[in-house]
């Protein structure tokens, strides 16, 4: 019986058996030598054993109510804010057993509070963040529509300074469009649509989508890959995913540079690769690429969010992928997608 796994409890029926059964041996012995006082015999040893047993219930109930207090004082320390408040269980049975689950509901209960203490310390970073990230365009505005206002008159002027304006709202805007991804992402909110895609088709929309910008700026596009492979994703945001990656390529490349965007297949794997021959990404730079508003000292980009990459992340990400980065300072980038191919049993 579990009942008895308790060591206490255990003793406490063999302390409550012993008086009795001494009790009767006692009276039966008396009795047989001295049969007249029977009944004197067996109403002393009886009430010598009602007490034993009395005292020995009432020492037990005491200690039991004892550890029922300290467990209902740890809760109320756990209650007025001790998060290191927790119940002694170091003995057998189902009492120490509900303690035990006590102490682990605290435990998940404490977990809780500090995912919700980190979750609330990453969103007052990120109102802070997108506080800096919009004093910049902001500020320009404000001086582009001084100017405007100062040189009414001089038409050319305007029509450059309104350029600019446009181009600060165009970023804000991109900056609020990208915020509104991210936390959809993290938040769980968005359902991807995946389906079987032709990863040479998502790569040509790519590369159409960039014809106008690398013709522009002097740089070449190129595509690498072959036309049967496929990738289960959501097409949309997967090639949005990529397109960031690729538009810091443009970024990061000067005139005349080239950009490879290539894909190949494994046997468990499809990998997409992203790769130029521009600045490169310094060495302290790498492990910071991806978190979000990053900004580093070595680049003198300063029109770029800080957000294109973490988006990218995220999304590979909410496709069971992985992405890495690899430089060589003033060599060029590389940026290696890679996506497990479920395999079946």
Not at 87 to 115: D, K, M, P, T
């Amino acid at each position: 019986m579990k009942i008895f796994v308790n060591r206490k409890i255990k003793r406490l029926f063999f302390q409550a058996l012993l008086p009795v059964l001494a009790g009767a041996f006692l009276s039966a012995l008396c009795t047989a030598l001295q049969p007249d006082r029977g009944p004197l015999w067996i109403g002393l040893f009886s009430a010598a054993a009602a007490i034993f047993i009395f005292t020995v219930l009432y020492r037990y109930f005491l200690e039991q109510n004892r550890i029922m207090e300290d467990a209902a004082s740890q809760v109320r320390n756990y209650i007025a804010g001790d998060q290191r408040a927790r119940i002694s269980c170091n003995e057998e049975g189902q009492l120490y057993r509900l303690f035990h689950e006590v102490n682990s509901l605290v435990s998940i209960l404490n977990a809780h509070a500090e995912n919700e203490s980190r979750s609330r310390q990453f969103m007052k970073d990120t109102i802070s963040d997108i506080s800096h990230q919009l004093k910049t365009p902001l500020a320009a505005l404000n001086v582009y529509n001084g100017i405007i206002q100062d040189e009414a008159a001089d038409l050319d002027t305007v029509r450059e300074f309104t350029a600019l304006s446009e181009q600060e709202l165009d970023r804000i805007g991109t900056l609020v469009q990208n915020l509104l991804k991210i936390t959809r992402l993290d938040a769980g909110t968005l359902v991807m649509q995946k389906a079987p895609e032709p990863v040479s088709e998502m790569m040509e929309d790519i590369r159409r989508h960039f014809a106008y910008r690398a013709a522009q700026e002097g740089k070449s596009l190129a595509l690498s890959g072959s036309d049967g492979i496929t990738l289960v994703c959501d097409r949309g945001w997967l090639t949005e995913a990529i397109s960031n990656i690729v538009k810091n390529a443009f970024d990061h490349t000067e005139k005349d540079g080239d950009i490879c965007l290539s894909w190949r297949s494994f046997a468990s794997a499809v990998q997409i690769t992203v790769s130029d021959n521009g600045k490169g990404i310094h060495p302290e730079d790498l492990p910071h690429i991806f978190k979000r508003f990053y900004r580093s000292r070595f680049s003198s980009d300063t029109r770029g969010i800080g957000l294109g990459l973490p988006l990218a992340k995220a999304i590979v990400e909410a496709h069971s992928g992985t992405i890495e980065a690899d430089s060589i300072l003033g060599a060029g980038a590389t940026f290696t997608i890679t996506f497990l191919i479920p395999t079946k049993l």
